[in-house]
């Protein structure tokens, strides 16, 4: 299942497993790259939530535009810089992901990094755009996994 539009940026959910909870895949589709791109037994329940829960505190504390600096002048050595929202993907950081959301005026600013922050990507979207993406992502306990012989098929119920 894939929640926003894979050509600007998506999630792909996909339900393979009940372990303790929900696991599966969990990716953001973001230029054309799966990430992070790994594991097949993340747990969707944590995940989903943490990343929800994380969007909505964030946005209850920080109402404050990051402006137009430069990602290469922002300090994370010493956790999340001001008026970054930090973005808590949980387990994915275990593949090195983490994301931070900013304001610059009418734009989100995604920043990321897929090597435990020893380098930093952007992508800027309009305005509420990645908001809405978060909102949109199903609760893991609403996942149902289909399977027809080989075929595994993620709906919402």
Do not use: H
């Not at 299942?1 to 959910?13: E, F, N, R, S, T």
């Not at 109402?63 to 300090?75: A, L, Q, R, W």
């Not at 809405?132 to 098929?153: G, Q």
Request: negative net charge.
């Amino acid at each position: 299942m894939i929640i926003g539009d894979p050509y600007q940026i998506a999630i792909q959910v996909e339900q393979v497993d009940v372990l303790c909870s929900p696991s599966g895949i969990f990716n953001f589709i973001i230029n054309d790259l799966l990430i992070p791109g790994k594991g097949v037994t993340v747990d969707l329940y944590i995940v989903i939530s943490s990343l929800k829960e994380s969007l909505e505190a964030g946005l209850k504390e920080i109402n404050e535009d990051i402006g137009n600096m430069s990602i290469g002048k922002m300090d994370f050595s010493e956790g999340t810089p001001e008026k970054l929202i930090p973005l808590n993907v949980a387990e994915l950081y275990d593949y090195g992901c983490n994301f931070w959301l900013g304001f610059d005026g009418n734009e989100d600013r995604l920043i990321y990094t897929l090597d435990f922050e020893n380098s930093f990507a952007e992508n800027r979207y309009p305005r509420g755009t990645i908001e809405k993406l978060i909102r949109a992502l199903p609760l893991a306990d609403t996942l149902i996994m289909e399977k027809i012989n080989d075929i595994i098929i993620t709906k919402i119920n």
